[in-house]
């Protein structure tokens, strides 16, 4: 068994998260996302294994909403329960916060990480075709918080 804390980022996380976000989506530029982040997230929660970070996940403040912009887990600790953590976490947040709903885009490709959202309640509510750089379309899940 792992033992991995959920905690906040704190500073010293950064180029983790760095790490992480290359080694997850090569396609994009991972210190620009890093930075984004990090100045316009409303919370950054990571996994800590032994101080390293090993994932995160980022969410963004739409008044009454929250979107997962960013959620991965270092490769060699996938399949570990961390991502479920991670997700859990991101939706106690967001209640704790009064979200009525939270929100994300995932690849019509990525079964995994849909998988991951069902089994936590989101779903599709939308398809956004072409939505990213490579041309593929992404779903747009979410998850109603209202009344819960
Ligand atoms: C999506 C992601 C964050 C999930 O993190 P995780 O730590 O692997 O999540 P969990 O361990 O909680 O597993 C989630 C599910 O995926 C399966 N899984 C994921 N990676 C796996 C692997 N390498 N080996 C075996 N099973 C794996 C698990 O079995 C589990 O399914 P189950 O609950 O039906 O058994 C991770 O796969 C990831 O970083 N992917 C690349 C980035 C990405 O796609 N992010 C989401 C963008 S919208």
Known sequence: MLSVVIRDYEVRDFKDIVAIDAEAFGDRNPVYDAYIYVTFGSDLIVADLGGAVVGYI???????????????????????????????????????????????EVRVSNVVAQRLYKKNGFKIIDVIPNYYNDGEDAYLMALDLKGQ
């Open 58 to 104: 980022a969410l963004v403040d739409y008044g009454k909403e929250a979107k997962i912009i960013s959620f991965a887990v270092k490769r060699e600790f996938r399949g570990k329960g961390i991502g479920s953590k991670l997700l859990k976490a991101a939706i106690e947040r967001c209640k704790q916060r009064g979200k009525e709903r939270i929100l994300l």
